[in-house]
């Protein structure tokens, strides 16, 4: 027996071996569609109690292992989680997302940031992804994520989500420099966080540039991509054998620059078709996706025909089995339960 073979299925696709059927998790699989974590946010109404109190967090983490027995189990946290630990201090409002309460936007305020030292800022992430091991064992691969530098800009600079990201593009436009100084520290503390959580237990990372689709392509190149990369190098100087995944939501425009980050697996969201993407990718490109959330709305026969719609075009080689982007709140449960019965299926489906 060789040593692959006892890895979990998640992982051994993700690096690139055959396997009889591809890998299956959802974005945001644990969540507000599913009643148990409801139950909880009653007795823990503050998001970041729910992902900072380990205990806590692990229960939230593997309430959909528990449920669905996914191929991934991720941990449950927010991307703008490590910003205190670099002295933005921000909250998670209910519904709205992130709030930074001084958002960063002079020169003076991107000096005074210091670097990331995540044994002190974020000991409860390597007490939840050390639990998530030991919990699933090689029954699952536990995934690890991160926001991506544009991101994180774009948060810490509006101050909270935002429609049209006028406050970063007017930085971004009219005062690079600044913007720049901002992006590498960012990118460089981002790095620090996900060779952290690698070393915490994490098998897999994802990476998510949210926002990096509201970019033209060419201010992609200057903007986001460079700072995709910077950190991608830095994780493989440390820690070349851990797969690295890329998420940019509206990604349509900016696929194969997506394919020149750095990272070993593209997140395809339902705008492409996943032929297409395939062939816009390259040959040598993992991909992972692409249903449309809303087909989970669907029959049951509905959810099967593109299930398997999606994992014929994908090929059978390098594909995680995932939706384009997170499960959304009112999905029925039941529908969750079934894309998870038949993903597993698919060795005899397909």
Excluded: C
Excluded at 102 to 107: E, G, L, S, V, Y
Excluded at 121 to 145: C, D, H, M, W, Y
Excluded at 177 to 197: C, E, F, P, S, V
């Amino acid at each position: 027996m060789g040593v692959t073979s006892t890895a979990p299925h998640l992982l051994r696709a993700a690096r690139g071996e055959i396997v009889d059927r591809p890998p299956v998790w959802m974005m945001r699989q644990a969540g507000r569609y599913m009643k148990a974590y409801r139950d909880l946010r009653e007795k823990y109404p503050s998001f970041r109690d729910r992902s900072e109190i380990p205990e806590v967090a692990i229960e939230v983490s593997l309430q959909p292992w528990k449920a669905f027995q996914p191929d991934g189990v991720i941990l449950f946290s927010d991307i703008v989680t490590p910003l205190p630990g670099l002295g933005i201090d921000m909250d998670i409002a209910e519904g709205k997302g992130p709030i930074i309460h001084a958002p960063i936007r002079t020169q003076a305020q991107i000096e005074q940031l210091r670097p990331l030292e995540p044994e002190a800022a974020l000991p409860f992430i390597k007490t939840i992804l050390q639990a998530l091991r030991q919990e699933v064992g090689n029954q699952s691969t536990v995934l690890g994520f991160v926001g991506a530098p544009w991101t994180l800009a774009a948060y810490a600079v509006e101050g909270k989500g935002s429609k049209t990201y006028s406050i970063i593009k007017n930085l971004a436009f009219s005062e690079p420099a600044i913007l720049h100084q901002l992006l590498t520290k960012l990118a460089d503390a981002i790095a620090i966080y996900a060779r952290y959580q690698i070393d915490s237990g994490a098998q897999v990372v994802q990476m998510f540039d949210s926002w990096a689709g509201q970019l033209s392509p060419q201010d992609y190149d200057t903007f986001a991509l460079p700072y995709q990369q910077r950190v991608f190098q830095q994780i493989k100087q440390t820690h070349p054998d851990t797969p690295l995944i890329l998420l940019v939501s509206g990604s349509a425009g900016v696929l194969e620059r997506m394919g020149q980050s750095g990272a070993d697996i593209v997140t395809v969201d339902w705008t492409v078709d996943m032929a297409d993407a395939r062939a816009r990718l390259g040959k040598q490109m993992k991909v992972q996706g692409n249903l449309d959330p809303g087909v989970l709305y669907a029959s049951k026969e509905f959810i099967r025909d593109r299930i398997i719609d999606t994992v014929r075009k994908a090929g059978n080689w390098g594909h995680i089995l995932n939706l384009g982007h997170g499960v959304l709140p009112d999905t029925p449960e039941e529908n969750v339960a079934f894309f998870f019965e038949t993903a597993k299926q698919l060795n005899v489906l397909v």
